[in-house]
């Protein structure tokens, strides 16, 4: 990672000729890519490091399309010579969803929804014309191949781990019929893929696009499904409606013909289907396969988020035994299945969190039951080793970024987290009432003091669990989240 900062610094100093203040690692979300922030005097910028040079080419080249074309998407600055680092304009740090959360569902957000709506409906169409999609990444087009893939994914990663009994020809049967059915729509233009709230950002109150690396040919009615039927996002069936509305008025304005609204919206609730299960197998493929809390947690919402359409929506097609095994799959007892407990007032259980030195001992538990879990994080690089970290602690931005940047660290403590996760369930059902976990390193400074404020994060997070926090190398310093 420190090699990759260097390089992001060079490239930089050879767009801008002025060396950047500093490079800030951004928290990493589903994919591989990472992202970096540099500050240089008042502006920043956004980097991208990416080993998958295709995925970065491909993502330059639909950028600097669309910028031609007057479209809302960031401005490339510069590219490496071996394609794995360029660096973009930084569009801000407000996301649809982060205006979604702060607000509310009030008017004030159901405009900035209007107005993604608005501008996907430009990028499809405008950014369609002479675009070449031999850039894409997959396929060229969203066709049966591609939908069928979907499918499959589900299937693999999600509905296969759940162990339900089904026949797997009828099954595939009905996803040749289902992918035949959707393909046959006369509305193909470019298709973000992954059109969410997360990919939204919002700067004085107009909206830009990022992430559409994914894009391809394929329906219009694919990411209108995508935002307003993300389960995150919780929009209610009439702001669902209106705003399907208000996008086929918006998409009218833009087309030789008005659609056929009743084909385009039989065919829409197809794509919200398909699109639904795709996150389904993407939820399943990072939270049951790579253990990444984030999209465990995500799971039981979008299960309902899929009853809810299975119970309300018609796709004008049946699938005998994909109909079945859905209604399986979104039981309440299934959705309990993935659903964290969660603690309430009444909960007795405290969990106690300690950073300690191992120079002077493992903190004593003194509860009826004594022990408790203890790590030891001296496998961890430690950051006091290096001057400008001798006097900091854990709990400093520079010290974080060391160690999520130049260390193992977020891996070691997803780890960690898998094993106490157990645990705190277990208590939590249970009734007891005190469990002791402890991270010691060297001096008790740095890393410890990092993953035990991390930890109680994630329990408070997670289990809206008491937690009591405690640096024993620094003063006895306790506090209770």
Not at 91 to 118: A, D, I, M, P, R
Not at 272 to 284: N, S, T
Not at 374 to 401: A, C, E, H, W
Not at 421 to 430: F, S
Request: with cysteine; hydrophobic share 40%.
């Amino acid at each position: 990672m420190e090699k990759a900062i260097e390089a992001i610094g060079k490239l930089f100093e050879q767009i801008k000729h002025t060396k950047p203040d500093r490079i800030e690692k951004l928290p990493q979300s589903g994919s591989d890519r990472i992202y970096f922030r540099i500050y240089a005097a008042a502006e920043t910028f956004i980097a991208t490091y990416n080993l998958n040079q295709r995925e970065t080419q491909t993502f330059i080249y639909f950028s600097r399309h669309f910028r031609n074309a007057s479209l809302p998407v960031p401005e490339i600055l510069g590219v490496n010579e071996d394609d794995t680092i360029y660096i973009q304009e930084d569009l801000g740090t407000e996301s649809l969803l982060n205006k979604l959360e702060q607000n509310g569902h009030n008017e004030y957000v159901y405009g900035l929804f209007q107005k993604s709506l608005l501008e996907i409906a430009r990028l499809q169409v405008l950014g369609d014309a002479n675009l070449n999609y031999d850039w894409c990444l997959t396929a060229k087009e969203f066709g049966k191949q591609a939908i069928m893939s979907d499918l499959l994914y589900f299937k693999y990663y999600f509905l296969d781990t759940l162990q339900l009994p089904y026949d797997k020809q009828a099954m595939l049967d009905d996803f040749e019929a289902l992918a035949s059915y959707l393909t046959r729509t006369q509305y193909k233009y470019f298709m973000f893929r992954d059109f969410q709230s997360r990919n939204i950002i919002v700067k004085d109150d107009q909206v830009s696009f990022i992430d559409y690396q994914g894009g391809m040919k394929g329906a219009l009615q694919y990411d209108v499904a995508s935002l307003l039927w993300q389960a995150k996002a919780e929009l209610s069936e009439e702001w669902k409606n209106s705003l399907l509305n208000y996008y086929m008025d918006s998409i009218d304005e833009l087309l030789e013909k008005p659609v056929d609204r009743n084909t385009f919206v039989s065919q829409y609730n197809g794509y919200v289907l398909i699109r639904l299960l795709q996150v389904m197998g993407a939820y399943g493929f990072r939270g049951l396969f790579e253990r990444k809390a984030h999209f465990l947690a995500s799971i039981p919402l979008a299960l309902r988020n899929l009853k809810f359409f299975i119970e309300h929506k018609r796709i004008g097609i049946v699938t005998p035994e994909f109909d079945r095994v859905l209604s399986l799959v979104v039981t309440d007892e299934m959705i309990a299945r993935f659903e964290t407990i969660q603690a309430s007032e009444e909960t007795p259980l405290v969990i106690e969190v300690n950073s300690f030195s191992y120079k002077k001992g493992i903190p004593a538990d003194p509860s009826e039951n004594g022990g408790g879990f203890v790590f030891d994080m001296r496998g961890i690089l430690n950051p006091g080793r290096f001057d400008d970290y001798k006097t900091l602690t854990g709990m400093d931005k520079s010290v974080q970024d060391f160690l999520e940047q130049r260390t193992r660290m977020n891996e070691y403590l997803n780890s960690v987290w898998d094993l106490i996760d157990i645990t705190v369930a277990d208590y939590l059902k249970r009734g007891f009432s005190h469990l002791m976990i402890n991270f010691g390193c060297t001096g008790g400074q740095h890393r410890s003091v990092y993953a035990a404020e991390q930890t109680a994060r994630h329990l408070r997070n997670k289990y809206k669990v008491k937690v009591k926090l405690s640096h024993t190398n620094s003063a006895n310093w306790l506090r209770e989240i």
